[in-house]
């Protein structure tokens, strides 16, 4: 009687094991698509982008001026970790030329956790954020470093050249930002069409007008408008990529998508089968030799 339970029990044993491994199998690809893959789509270092945009701006040193600048993004590694460099190779408002900020992981600004970079990617099974908070660097010629974001809300989906894009937009009639003695303020219309997966931006279109005012007490930091007196409009622009660097950058959304895609199926459908047929196998208990070795 023990010689015949011996072996039923070994079988059963086996087909647990093929069980226990093939959820082991699918647990490990499912761990590789939803936390490895993601993150491969993070900053790093040497990483570049580069856009030529047209500037509509004026001030009061030129009147109105149009011209076309580039401006690069680049990410580079520094003693603290990553940091994201932009230049903007033409005239520019005073928040200044080049700005450096310390990046954490998807894009999220260092110093302030809850605000990004540039927009975050989003994995193909979840729904693009409703909010982002999108950090406006700020770094004048004389070294100051002060800043704030904008709150872009998504509005619908669209197209541009078959690729799915998300539009958001930000409206900020208020911002100031206390520097020294002075007070800057600031009111700015931004829309952005972005590429989900990846979190590229393909076009964008920035409105924004700068004053300063001469600080005056601390109830002035509770001015929701600039004040009417005493203030002095220094900076008045529109801004957006050329057409080329658009379609540049549909270009690129596309086929880091795609190259995204390709990366998450390679690491799913190989798990995924082989955890199925190594479940299959101890629940149907078949092939048998499997069972009676």
């Known amino acids: 009687m023990a010689r015949g339970w011996l072996p039923a029990a070994s079988t059963l044993a086996v087909r647990g094991l093929l069980v226990l491994a093939g959820a082991l199998v699918v647990a490990t690809g499912a761990y590789a698509v ?21 500037v509509a701006y004026w001030t009061p040193e030129d009147g109105h001026q149009q011209i076309l600048r580039p401006r690069t993004d680049h990410v580079r590694q520094d003693a603290d970790g ?4 932009r230049r903007l190779q033409g005239t520019h408002s005073p928040r200044g030329g080049q700005f450096q900020v310390d990046l ?3 894009w999220r600004l260092a110093e302030e956790p809850a605000a990004y970079a540039a927009f975050p990617p989003t994995p193909v099974w979840e729904e693009p954020p409703e909010t982002v908070h999108v950090g406006v660097p700020w770094q004048t010629e004389d070294g100051k470093r002060i800043g704030g974001f904008d709150d872009f809300q998504r509005l619908h989906e669209t197209e541009r050249d078959g690729l799915a894009l998300v539009k958001y937009e930000a409206r900020e009639p208020s911002q100031f930002l206390v520097d020294g003695d002075q007070v800057w303020f600031r009111t700015a219309v931004r829309t952005a069409l972005v590429e989900p997966v990846t979190g590229t931006v393909v076009d964008y279109h920035d409105e924004e007008t700068l004053w300063t005012a ?9 001015e929701i408008q600039p004040p009417r007196e005493n203030r002095e409009k220094v900076w008045e622009a529109t801004v957006e990529p050329t057409p080329a660097s658009q379609q540049q950058r549909v270009e690129q959304a596309e086929q880091t998508r795609e190259d995204h895609l390709e990366h998450v199926l390679a690491l799913a459908v190989p798990a995924l089968l082989a955890g199925e047929l190594l479940m299959g196998a101890g629940i149907t208990g078949r092939p048998k030799r499997w069972l009676s070795r």
Request: hydrophobic share 35%.
């Open 34 to 54: 939803f936390h490895l893959a993601p993150a491969s789509l993070d900053p790093e270092p040497g990483q570049t982008q580069a856009v030529t945009e047209r």
């Open 82 to 85: 990553l940091e994201l460099v």
């Open 104 to 106: 954490g992981d998807r």
């Open 214 to 222: 001469p600080l005056e007490g601390p109830d002035i930091v509770h």
